[in-house]
């Protein structure tokens, strides 16, 4: 069994920088993708970034390239995500996922565990 859990999440204006941290236990971290995901109210769960276990390939949603950075620590079992110049439209709660195989996936369903999710509240 895996336990994500995620941290970092909180209340910051426009323009501003958070970075959130996701430990996970439970299996050898470096053999698996992680993803971020993130929820609105009223929306669906959409794509944010991913890395693969090694950390040398990464995807990003369009929305978010360019400010919003994903890196890992193996030897921690954590991944990040370094969000700057933060808008009020990526207000949501961001969950953590992995992946039961080595290279990174946008697509939620693929995913295998996840995270209880971190409120990012971006006011404007």
């Known amino acids: 069994q895996v336990q994500l859990v995620e941290s970092g999440g909180g209340l910051v204006q426009a323009g501003g920088s958070l970075r959130l941290s996701c430990v996970a236990s439970?299996?050898?971290?470096?053999?698996?993708?992680m993803g971020w995901f993130r929820q609105a109210p009223e929306m669906e769960r959409e794509f944010v970034a991913a890395i693969s276990g090694g950390g040398g390939v990464t995807y990003y949603a369009n929305s978010v390239k360019g400010r919003f950075t994903i890196t890992r620590d193996n030897a921690k079992n954590t991944v990040y995500l370094q969000m700057n110049s933060l808008k009020p439209e990526d207000t949501a709660v961001y969950y953590c996922?992995?992946?039961?195989?080595?290279?990174?996936?946008?697509?939620?369903?693929?995913?295998?565990?996840w995270g209880q999710g971190t409120q990012v509240t971006v006011s404007s």
């Open positions: 996922a992995l992946d039961l195989s080595i290279l990174p996936s946008r697509t939620p369903e693929t995913y295998n565990y």
């Open positions: 439970g299996r050898t971290f470096s053999s698996y993708a």
